[in-house]
């Protein structure tokens, strides 16, 4: 059974910086794509960050290109989401998901996703 868990979500100043973890167990990362996506109170779900070992290729939302950067740990089947220059508006409860088969983030928002977390709040307020 694979399970996907994210952690590392609190609340952060406007500003601050936070980093979130996925670790997923019952399924290797090691030739695989992974996505984390949010959803806003009141908002529909956005994909912001792709990572995939398919084609090493990476993928950002315009929203938060530049201030979060994804990344992996083979060893520890688990990826990061490190997030800088939190506003406000980044509030949300951040999953991250994983494809049964991998492929490139550059159809990451157009793809399905077979395993989700749970997600985590990270709340940007003063």
């Known amino acids: 059974q694979v399970q996907v868990v994210e952690s590392g979500g609190g609340l952060v100043q406007p500003g601050g910086s936070r980093r979130l973890s996925c670790s997923v167990f019952g399924f290797t990362l090691d030739n695989a794509a992974i996505a984390w996506f949010r959803q806003a109170p009141g908002k529909g779900r956005e994909g912001i960050s792709c990572?995939?070992?398919?084609?090493?290729?990476?993928e950002y939302a315009d929203s938060v290109k530049g201030r979060f950067t994804i990344s992996r740990d083979n060893a520890k089947n688990t990826v990061y989401l490190q997030m800088n220059s939190l506003h406000p508006e980044d509030t949300a409860v951040y999953y991250c998901a994983v494809p049964q088969t991998s492929f490139s983030c550059s159809v990451a928002w157009y793809h399905e996703y077979d395993y989700w977390g749970q997600g985590t709040q990270v709340t940007v307020s003063s």
């Open positions: 990572i995939s070992s398919l084609d090493g290729s990476t």
